[in-house]
């Protein structure tokens, strides 16, 4: 009962001293908003790349296996031809795995009479449409007849498109790669520059064994596509593939693996790398504004009970422990930074769905600003209220009368 008395006892006083209340909300205010406006945006930008990637067709139940050894995107070993046909083939044959599409890459020339550009040719199989889920907006993808007749056929991307036929219709057309003729039968849905500035659309996609035979004259692969039949199956498949290619390469134990795996959670830290290092960096200023809200509400309340002096002797003399002006003093104070909590959540909410709605940042709204601001309030309110708590109750009650 003595708590609820005291907890009635803080509101009165909060009520009667609204300019102080004020200010020492709006400190916190302030703070809780940026924080809940940072964590919108590192959300919305994590959303945002997670679409793009499946925009691109590396959903999350796939994953590829690049030809030479490191981390991501940056290779460490110049070894790149150990991958084979034959890899292909082991790992479509474990359980947990729905396709697999083998690949070989070159950059090279594409040519349509006096136009040229420079672009990435693959060489691929029939299942690469499935696997990324490309559609194609004119003519047709490639076919099993085009593999196994080795075929001189290209669908093209929209980049290649637009710099070698302008705006002329390309479908039947020829072009050249190499010293080899090659007929357009379909063309690529564009997909747009990604915000790291790759361009998924600078493509052109011929029949692996074409690639093998006319291109490249080279039997080892780029990189391999793996598709599981779940999600929630790619860390166990991911292990499987690295113990079938250390078998099939002849890696000893202490040999670095010869490949590496790309993800589409590996591709989102790297792309998010520089942007997760800002919002870091908002957080702790968010932080630190948070604090200086709590140094706010200490010297307000300190200042306060200076004014209130005769209001603590008098609840004193009337029978008020020590403890009870200290459990007043700490219920304003934490009261006040929950209310600067629930404000500042509002005021972040709106600038958040401000930035998402205008189009200005990406922004997702998620629980974990309500939690953080609960528990930064509650500390708050704690630590920097229990100073001026304790010397409201120290003080002798004959002086708080007197003065």
């Not at 995107?73 to 084979?84: G, I, L, P």
């Not at 020590?322 to 972040?348: A, W, Y």
């Amino acid at each position: 009962m003595r708590i609820f008395k005291n907890l009635r006892q803080a509101l009165r006083g909060l009520k009667l001293n609204r300019g102080n209340t004020l200010l020492m909300t709006i400190g916190v205010m302030i703070g809780i908003a940026s924080l809940t406006v940072i964590v919108a945006i590192g959300f919305g930008i994590k959303v945002k790349v997670l679409d793009r990637i499946a925009n691109l067709g590396f959903g999350p139940e796939s994953f590829s296996v690049i030809a030479g050894g490191g981390k991501m995107f940056f290779s460490r070993s110049k070894n790149t031809t150990s991958m084979s046909l034959e890899d292909a083939e082991d790992l479509l044959a474990l359980p947990t795995v729905r396709l697999v599409v083998p690949r070989q890459r070159k950059r090279m020339q594409i040519i349509n009479k006096k136009e040229f550009t420079s672009t990435r040719v693959y060489g691929v199989t029939p299942d690469w449409q499935r696997a990324r889920g490309w559609h194609v907006v004119d003519g047709v993808f490639l076919s099993d007849s085009d593999l196994d007749r080795k075929k001189k056929v290209v669908v093209l991307g929209a980049t290649p498109v637009r710099k070698i036929f302008k705006v002329a219709d390309p479908i039947g057309k020829m072009v050249r790669l190499q010293n080899n003729y090659y007929e357009v039968i379909g063309l690529l849905e564009e997909k747009g520059l990604t915000e790291s500035g790759y361009d998924p659309d600078d493509r052109a996609l011929i029949p692996l064994t074409t690639s093998i035979s006319r291109l490249t004259h080279e039997t080892h692969l780029h990189s391999i596509k793996v598709v599981t039949l779940d999600a929630s199956q790619v860390p166990e498949t991911m292990e499987a593939v690295k113990q079938v290619l250390r078998r099939n390469h002849n890696l000893s134990i202490l040999s670095e693996d010869d490949f590496r795996f790309i993800t589409p959670e590996g591709i989102m830290e790297w792309v998010t790398e520089s942007a997760q290092a800002m919002n870091r960096m908002l957080i702790l200023i968010s932080t630190v504004s948070l604090l200086v809200g709590g140094v706010v509400i200490m010297n307000i309340l300190l200042v306060s009970i200076r004014e209130r002096v005769r209001e603590i002797g008098i609840r004193r003399c009337f029978g008020a422990r020590k403890s009870d002006i200290t459990l007043q003093f700490l219920f304003e104070s934490v009261l006040v930074s929950l209310l600067g909590g629930v404000l500042g959540i509002g005021l972040g909410l709106s600038i958040s769905f401000g930035l998402k709605r205008f189009d200005i940042i990406p922004t997702q709204v998620t629980w974990e600003p309500f939690v953080l601001s609960f528990v930064f309030c509650t500390l708050i309110g704690l630590i920097f209220g229990i100073h001026p708590a304790r010397k409201a109750a120290l003080m002798s009650p004959e002086e708080s009368i007197r003065s």
